[in-house]
């Protein structure tokens, strides 16, 4: 009789720790499942967050000659500003198609930038100079947000600028960055003056060296993965002619300008993508 009740009690132990262990493993099993689902279904948001992420400061640029420079961070750009030349180096930013959708008027109120260490440059500087005050980063590209578009106005954003440029040739670049901006989502900018000779100045108070050239450099993520980019330089004089006129390599734009664009590219897929344009990449006429 004892022996039958230990068997009983021993059978019963063995099957608790059973049972014991069957839930154990559909306890793992379901947890390994949760999380599997759970992983599947992130949020688009965040990967959306984390692919931004590694993008993030694409456009900023690298000076390669000695020169004056203070980083000022707006909220629609990024600016090195040359306070011995009173003008920027480059200005920097990334143009979504969002962006390009804005519908805020433009502001025409230019203001000295309250960042500038020392005397900044102030709209009168320009009167009766014969130049018109030419946005780098333009103020249409800032149509999203109020503040975008009045930060647009400072005037290290500007440059001395031929009118028949600044309206002409300049315009029609511009216009074409929103577009592709519009047709492929984002294009990172970075763009400025090319000063060969400081001589020329504007000012009687405060006086800014007139660039003789303008540069602007286009990078774009392709849908395959890969990335194209393209640059513009072109003359700061009166000129009507077809944009693809000034198109050259990053790697020419770069030995004009003294300036390393996009080195936050990975060195091998920078250096494939500067030394050379592929023009079916980009839509231009």
Known sequence: MRTTK????FRKTISIISSIAVICVAAVLYLQEEYRLAKASEPVAEVIQEKAAETAGMEIPLLQTTRSEQIIQHLGYTVS??????????VAYELTAEEVAGDLGRSD???????????PVVSKDYSNSGYDRGHMAPAADMKWSEQAMEESFYTTNICPQHHSNNAGDWKDLEELVRDLASTYG??????????????????SVRKIVVPQAFYKVLLRHK???AWSAIGFIMPNQASNKPLMTYMLSIDEAERQTGIDFFPA?????????????????WTIK
Request: aromatic share 12%.
């Open 223 to 225: 849908s395959d993965g």
């Open 81 to 90: 500003y040359n306070p011995e030349w009173r003008i920027p180096n480059w």
């Open 109 to 119: 109120k230019f203001l000295p930038d309250p960042m500038v260490e020392g005397d």
């Open 6 to 9: 230990r068997n009983n009690r």
């Open 265 to 281: 590219l990975p060195d091998e897929i920078e250096n494939a993508v500067e030394a050379d344009y592929n023009f079916s990449d």
């Open 186 to 203: 984002a294009i990172y900018i970075c763009c400025g003056p090319i000063v060969t000779d400081t001589e020329t100045t504007i000012g």
